[in-house]
């Protein structure tokens, strides 16, 4: 009886060369692998966030949580805030005190009395966060000079918000 060629000798050394690169090969340096976030299985279903705008654009909203956390982890959330008028604020990324960076995101969306869309990626904002865990995440940000996109006109803006 012939073997097949997918039998365990003769596919040893195949599987010895796969082991032997995923785990950086024989010498050199070894290969890294990212650390795996197992998400806490939590639901924020309720929440506010107040947001007040002023400098290029002049309003002030308060807005309910959009529920769309399942799976919080403070390393990699977002949460997000909206009204019936289309106003929206969200943050998102790793969680944590300080300015906003391509780790953590802040946007501001306004539709009335004018369109300003507001982002903050690059330090224009920083955040306090006052809880954050599985039961609930609560902070304020205050930003200065946001470029409110076509208009150019800057805007400064500061809040709170909280989610549990």
């Not at 799976?71 to 604020?89: M, W």
């Amino acid at each position: 009886m012939r073997r097949p060629i997918h039998s365990t000798p003769a596919a040893l050394p195949l599987l010895l060369a796969l082991a032997a690169s995923a785990c950086g090969g024989g010498g050199g340096t070894p290969a890294t692998t990212p650390p795996t976030i197992v998400p806490v299985e939590t639901f924020f279903g309720q929440g506010s966030a107040h947001v007040v705008l002023s400098g290029g654009v002049d309003v002030t909203v308060d807005l309910g949580l959009t529920p769309n956390v399942s799976g919080f982890d403070p390393n990699a959330a977002s949460l997000s805030y909206g009204d019936s008028a289309g106003a929206s604020f969200a943050v998102g990324g790793r969680f944590e005190d300080g300015p906003t960076s391509a780790d953590l995101v802040v946007t501001i969306n306004i539709v009335q009395p004018v369109v300003a869309i507001l982002v903050s990626a690059a330090g224009e904002c920083t955040l306090a966060f006052d809880d954050l865990s599985e039961q609930a995440v609560s902070g304020s940000f205050t930003c200065a000079d946001l470029s409110s996109g076509g208009s150019g006109a800057s805007v400064d803006a500061e809040g709170t918000f909280e989610a549990s």
